[in-house]
């Protein structure tokens, strides 16, 4: 990748609207990942295969991940929590896995049900299957800078989790704040932690925008060496188990950030700027 270009993750398919509270048709999610294709993001989070009773929006995830029209150079990927749900992830169609671990330990175990270190140990069937299939895994880590039940998070915690999913083989960290409370001091001060243990080409920034630092996270980040930041046209979403937490970062303001810097997106804003009124329309009545 060029030292002028960013690559931008679109989340609002799945982390975008895992937290809408009415049910939105398959149809209209497909239409949604379709129209994000078409105003050129190339890699795209589908949906997660994960269990209805807990993300009510996502039981239909093997019809969205089956249904998604295949393009030239996008990827659809899906959020997987075990190796039942990559099987099913796999067998739909998935070009890409994720899986999710946290930075703290009361965050993953409200969150999965297990400590920090069991959750690792789970991913180890799912990196099996990804490799017997040639997909590469991204990792997340929630919590990167504070959680709704310990506070601040120490960067070296960071550091230590994200070396863990990088030995395990993942191929992209992204580095999650969950609640949006960052700053682009501690930002830079959590980035330059993992930097000792990960080099930068693995790393992925995911900011949300509760306190209206995102774009200012997002730069501290790419000051530093990151090339691949997450966002959720609309700014849709936010995350279920993290109390307090509001929306994630709209992919249109990061657009609108890089293209202002003269750096390539890939993306036509124009279109995406479209997209998210429509969706802004549709789900919200805006």
């Given at each position: 990748?060029?030292?002028?270009?960013?690559?931008?993750?679109?989340?609002?398919?799945?982390?975008?609207?895992?937290?809408?509270?009415?049910?939105?048709?398959?149809?209209?999610?497909?239409?949604?990942?379709?129209?994000l294709?078409?105003?050129?993001?190339?890699?795209?989070?589908?949906?997660?295969?994960?269990?209805?009773?807990?993300v009510?929006?996502?039981?239909?995830?093997?019809?969205?991940?089956?249904?998604?029209?295949?393009?030239?150079?996008?990827?659809?990927?899906?959020?997987?929590?075990?190796?039942?749900?990559?099987?099913?992830?796999?067998?739909?169609?998935?070009?890409?896995?994720?899986?999710?671990?946290?930075?703290?330990?009361?965050?993953?175990?409200?969150?999965?049900?297990?400590?920090?270190?069991?959750?690792?140990?789970r991913?180890?069937?799912?990196?099996?299957?990804?490799?017997?299939?040639?997909?590469?895994?991204?990792?997340?880590?929630?919590?990167?800078?504070?959680?709704p039940?310990e506070?601040?998070?120490?960067?070296?915690?960071?550091?230590?989790?994200?070396?863990?999913?990088?030995?395990?083989?993942?191929?992209?960290?992204?580095?999650?704040?969950?609640?949006?409370h960052?700053?682009?001091?501690?930002?830079?001060?959590?980035?330059?932690?993992?930097?000792?243990?990960?080099?930068?080409?693995?790393?992925?920034?995911?900011?949300?925008?509760?306190?209206?630092?995102?774009?200012a996270?997002?730069?501290a980040?790419?000051?530093?060496?990151?090339?691949?930041?997450?966002?959720?046209?609309?700014?849709?979403?936010?995350?279920?188990?993290?109390?307090?937490a509001?929306?994630?970062?709209?992919?249109?303001?990061?657009?609108?950030?890089?293209?202002?810097?003269?750096?390539?997106?890939?993306?036509?804003?124009?279109?995406?700027?479209?997209?998210?009124?429509?969706i802004?329309?549709?789900f919200?009545?805006?």
């Amino acid at each position: 990748m060029a030292a002028d270009s960013v690559t931008i993750v679109e989340v609002g398919p799945r982390d975008g609207l895992q937290n809408e509270k009415a049910e939105i048709a398959t149809a209209d999610k497909l239409a949604l990942i379709d129209q994000l294709a078409e105003a050129g993001l190339s890699r795209i989070e589908a949906t997660a295969f994960v269990s209805p009773r807990w993300v009510p929006q996502m039981a239909d995830h093997e019809a969205v991940m089956r249904g998604a029209v295949r393009r030239q150079g996008v990827i659809y990927s899906a959020l997987v929590p075990n190796e039942k749900g990559a099987e099913a992830a796999l067998a739909a169609g998935a070009q890409a896995l994720a899986v999710f671990t946290a930075a703290s330990e009361s965050f993953c175990r409200k969150n999965t049900n297990c400590s920090i270190a069991e959750s690792i140990e789970r991913f180890r069937p799912v990196m099996a299957l990804a490799q017997r299939a040639g997909v590469p895994v991204r990792g997340y880590v929630s919590c990167a800078l504070d959680c709704p039940y310990e506070g601040e998070i120490a960067p070296e915690v960071v550091a230590v989790v994200s070396a863990e999913l990088a030995a395990l083989g993942c191929s992209e960290i992204a580095l999650s704040d969950t609640l949006g409370h960052g700053t682009p001091e501690r930002t830079a001060a959590m980035v330059e932690a993992t930097l000792r243990r990960a080099p930068a080409r693995m790393l992925a920034g995911h900011f949300h925008d509760t306190s209206g630092r995102a774009i200012a996270n997002v730069a501290a980040a790419w000051e530093l060496g990151l090339r691949v930041f997450d966002g959720s046209v609309g700014g849709l979403g936010g995350c279920p188990y993290a109390p307090g937490a509001a929306g994630n970062l709209a992919t249109e303001r990061i657009v609108t950030h890089f293209a202002a810097m003269g750096v390539e997106t890939g993306v036509d804003l124009a279109r995406l700027n479209m997209v998210a009124q429509r969706i802004a329309a549709q789900f919200h009545g805006a």
